[in-house]
């Protein structure tokens, strides 16, 4: 059975910084792509940032770019979100998810099979 835990969400005023952490079990984690989406009330499901199984690509939605780093520990089984210089905008529950796919990176909700339950980060003005 695939589990995707994430942790590490909270409050921080804006500017301020949080380190999302998600532990993936019952899959080959070396074999998938990860991503991080967030979701707010009302709102689709976006694309946050994604990165390939071997670490060495990753992509950005462009309002991230220059803030947030996603990167990978294969042997942990962990996909890791730092966010710095948040802002009230960023605000959202995000959700870890994994893409069974060593070609690539996709940005689409539909590409990724599995899902953590997410966690809430909230940032305050």
Do not use: H
């Amino acid at each position: 059975q695939v589990q995707l835990v994430e942790s590490g969400g909270g409050s921080v005023q804006a500017g301020g910084s949080l380190r999302l952490s998600c532990a993936a079990s019952g899959l080959n984690f070396s074999r998938y792509a990860m991503a991080w989406f967030r979701q707010t009330p009302g709102k689709e499901r976006e694309f946050v940032a994604g990165i390939m199984w071997s670490g060495r690509k990753t992509t950005y939605r462009d309002s991230v770019k220059g803030r947030f780093t996603i990167s990978r520990d294969n042997a942990e089984r962990t996909v890791y979100l730092q966010m710095n210089d948040l802002k009230p905008d960023d605000t959202a529950v995000y959700y870890c998810s994994a893409d069974r796919n060593m070609n690539g990176i996709g940005n689409r909700a539909d590409d990724f099979g599995f899902w953590g339950r997410g966690t809430l980060v909230t940032v305050s003005s």
